[in-house]
Structures are given as structure tokens and as C-alpha cells.
């Protein structure tokens, strides 16, 4: 069974800094590319990055990009996001996802986790 | 960048009934679209994905139809179990979502 499990959602100000975490199990980790995308409170969906399955690429929103780093430790099955310099409108659940597509980058988000909240305020 | 626009906002169908929900992409990816279950306090579920494949474990009562820019998730009929907000995806973008409410 596919299992993603986030951990390191906190209240934060603005300005500081988190390391979310996403552990694996269920899959071969290093097949898949992986995800993280957040949801504001009472809003949609939005895509903030994503690495591919060796860790080779990473690509970032807009929103975010300069500010948070993804990376993945794939012999500890893990995908990280680190987010610095947060601001208030960075609030939100931060879901780790996997691609449905071995080895591929198709961005069909198969399976997700139950999301970490992050709350930037002062 | 791409803008998917779902409609309508909210639906409000009763158990058994069809319910019928859009998509507009603002340009086209061919069929690479999916659509999204979520329910309160759940993280989303795939449903659908390259426009009309269902994902595992999904019930043939949800289907999807188009290509293009312009794409149908199709509900044959309204489980209690479906109620929820359904959100579309193509590329990195998610559409804003519509609610499937009890009418």
C-alpha cells in the first residue's frame, strides 16, 4: 500500500523558516518523480515544485521560486521542502504527492499524503 | 500560463441524480487532463486522468469526456459518498474547483 506521510508543519513569522518532510513507503521511491503542492485555507489547489525521480531536476513556482529548496533522500525514501524567507501568504497545507508515470515527470499527481500546515504569522 | 476555469462553482443534485461538471482550459494539452476528488478534512483523490482513463479503485459511475480545452467529468449517479469538491488539473494548474452539494 502507497503510504506518504508529512511531518514539520508549524506556526512560523513572517521572514522565518521550515524543512517539511514526506516519508515513502509502498513503492519504489526512486522510480517516481514527487510533488509538493499547498492549499490556502478555503482555496484551490496550487502546484509549489517538484524533483524528478534521481533528484537530477527541480522546478519551482513562480510564487516560491528563490525561496524554498526541494530535495529527496531516495536510499531514506524521503522528499523535503525548505522554505525560507515565509511569508503570510505562504500559509497553507502542504501536500506531498507522487507521479503516477515510472520514471516520468507527467505531473498526474496518483497519491498524496495528508497534508502539513504551515501558518506564517506574527 | 494556463488558466482552468471550472463551472459551475457549486451543484446542487440530488442522491441518484447525473451530475454533469466542466472544465475550460485557456490553451490546449491535448488530452492531459485529470480531475480530483476531495472531501473535507481529506487530502484530494485522482479520479480521472488523461482526459477519460479512470484511476484505480474508482467506480465506473465517474467518467470523463473531452479533448482540447474542453473537458466533462460526468457523474451517473449522485452516491452519498460523493459529495464534495471536485477540481480539474492540466499541466501544473488546478482549475478552482466545483462543489457537489445535496439538493
Known amino acids: 500500500e502507497v503510504q506518504l506521510v508529512e511531518s514539520g508543519g508549524a506556526v512560523v513569522q513572517p521572514g522565518g523558516s521550515l524543512r517539511l518532510s514526506c516519508a515513502a513507503s509502498?513503492?519504489?521511491?526512486?522510480?517516481?518523480?514527487m510533488y509538493w503542492v499547498r492549499q490556502a485555507p478555503g482555496k484551490s489547489l496550487e502546484w509549489v515544485s517538484h524533483i524528478n525521480w534521481d533528484g537530477g531536476s527541480a522546478y519551482y513556482a513562480g510564487s516560491v521560486k528563490g525561496r524554498f529548496t526541494i530535495s529527496r533522500d531516495n536510499s531514506k525514501k524521503s522528499l523535503f521542502l525548505q522554505m525560507n524567507n515565509l511569508r503570510v501568504e505562504d500559509t497553507a497545507c502542504y501536500y506531498c504527492a507522487k507521479d503516477i508515470g515510472i520514471l516520468s515527470a507527467g505531473a498526474t499527481f496518483h497519491f498524496w499524503g495528508q497534508g502539513t500546515l504551515v501558518t506564517v504569522s506574527s | 500560463d494556463i488558466v482552468m476555469t471550472q463551472s459551475p462553482a457549486t451543484l446542487s443534485v440530488s442522491p441518484g441524480e447525473r451530475a454533469t461538471l466542466s472544465c475550460r482550459a485557456s490553451?490546449?494539452?491535448?488530452?492531459?487532463l485529470a480531475w480530483y476528488q476531495q472531501k473535507p478534512g481529506q487530502a484530494p483523490r485522482l479520479l480521472i486522468y488523461?482526459?477519460?482513463t479512470r484511476a484505480t479503485g474508482i467506480p465506473a459511475r465517474f467518467s470523463g469526456s473531452g479533448s482540447g480545452t474542453e473537458f466533462t467529468l460526468t457523474i451517473s449517479s449522485l452516491q452519498s459518498e460523493d459529495f464534495a469538491v471536485y477540481y480539474c488539473q492540466q499541466g501544473l494548474t488546478f482549475g478552482g474547483g466545483t462543489k457537489v452539494e445535496i439538493k
Open positions: 509502498g513503492f519504489t521511491f526512486n522510480d517516481y518523480a
Open positions: 490553451q490546449s494539452l491535448g488530452s492531459k
Open positions: 488523461a482526459a477519460a
